[in-house]
């Protein structure tokens, strides 16, 4: 498996794709946080945290990590060398972990950079110690579970077609229903509305960004990346046999 997640990385960082994807998330970032004026310019928020950041980085995840993703499959679909690494000494599941390794590595490369934000509002923040440490650490680790969703979904779409424009297509709609949909929908459930919102990411995304690590948040993300790795997996034994 490490031999599949090592190729997947070099083949991101062996084309333009990786470095356009960590550029382009970290450009994108950085005009709507710094330079744009508006809700997400951090300089003008008047609080010394990272909240427009953590507003802003899921919407954009959400459609880079499909881009990352929907070659994962798709690719060896249409080269037609997916029936070559079926015939490795690897099972389904190492297979498919090694996919999702590669592109959730790339991602978290991708995220490393935006530490930087962190020391500045920290160093220059006023007055000094008002920055909110736990608030932003809950954050960044909500922002992983969230990545490892995504890039679950990513995995999964990418599997059921040679198409990488349509896994990139289904990828972000059911990303964006998962992430928003249920948020969109749960005040036509009258009574059931907390029940329904907490289908969502963005309710446990949220949660988690209080600083506060509930173990129904980190379940509920631990459960949706599953339940798309085990599809996939399925998926793939079906090509095999």
């Given at each position: 498996?490490?031999?599949?997640?090592?190729?997947?990385?070099?083949?991101?960082?062996?084309?333009?794709?990786?470095?356009l994807?960590?550029?382009?998330?970290?450009?994108?970032?950085?005009?709507?946080?710094w330079?744009?004026?508006?809700?997400?310019?951090?300089?003008?928020s008047?609080?010394?945290?990272?909240?427009?950041?953590?507003?802003l980085a899921?919407?954009?995840?959400?459609?880079?990590?499909?881009?990352?993703?929907?070659?994962?499959?798709?690719?060896?679909?249409?080269?037609?060398?997916?029936?070559?690494?079926?015939?490795?000494?690897?099972?389904?599941?190492?297979?498919?972990?090694?996919?999702?390794?590669?592109?959730?590595?790339?991602?978290?490369?991708?995220?490393?950079?935006?530490?930087?934000?962190?020391?500045?509002?920290?160093?220059?923040?006023?007055?000094?110690?008002?920055?909110?440490?736990?608030?932003?650490?809950?954050?960044?680790?909500?922002?992983?579970?969230?990545?490892?969703?995504?890039?679950?979904?990513?995995?999964?779409?990418?599997?059921?077609?040679?198409?990488?424009?349509?896994?990139?297509?289904?990828?972000?709609?059911?990303?964006?229903?998962?992430?928003?949909?249920?948020?969109?929908?749960?005040?036509?459930?009258?009574?059931?509305?907390?029940?329904?919102?907490a289908?969502?990411?963005?309710?446990?995304?949220?949660?988690?960004?209080?600083g506060?690590?509930?173990?129904?948040?980190?379940?509920?993300?631990?459960?949706?990346?599953?339940?798309?790795i085990?599809?996939?997996?399925?998926?793939?034994?079906?090509?095999?046999?």
């Open positions: 498996m490490k031999a599949l997640l090592f190729r997947e990385i070099k083949t991101f960082f062996g084309s333009p794709i990786g470095y994807v960590i550029a382009l998330f970290l450009i994108l970032n950085g005009l709507f946080l330079v744009f004026e508006g809700d997400f310019n951090v300089l003008n008047g609080y010394a945290d990272l909240n427009p950041f953590f507003l899921p919407w954009i995840l959400l459609f880079l990590i499909p881009a990352i993703t929907m070659r994962s499959f798709s690719d060896e679909k249409k080269q037609g060398t997916l029936e070559l690494l079926l015939t490795k000494p690897l099972s389904e599941i190492q297979i498919v972990m090694g996919k999702f390794g590669g592109a959730f590595v790339l991602i978290l490369l991708a995220l490393l950079p935006t530490l930087l934000y962190v020391y500045v509002i920290s160093k220059y923040g006023f007055p000094e110690g008002s920055f909110d440490s736990g608030s932003t650490m809950g954050s960044y680790i909500g922002l992983l579970f969230l990545i490892f969703s995504y890039t679950a979904v990513g995995i999964f779409c990418s599997i059921f077609t040679e198409n990488q424009i349509v896994a990139f297509i289904t990828s972000v709609f059911i990303c964006f229903l998962f992430y928003f949909g249920f948020e969109g929908i749960a005040p036509m459930f009258g009574s059931l509305y907390e029940t329904v919102l289908f969502g990411m963005d309710y446990h995304y949220k949660s988690m960004s209080r506060i690590l509930d173990t129904r948040d980190l379940i509920y993300f631990v459960s949706v990346s599953a339940f798309f085990s599809l996939t997996v399925i998926k793939l034994k079906s090509h095999r046999n």
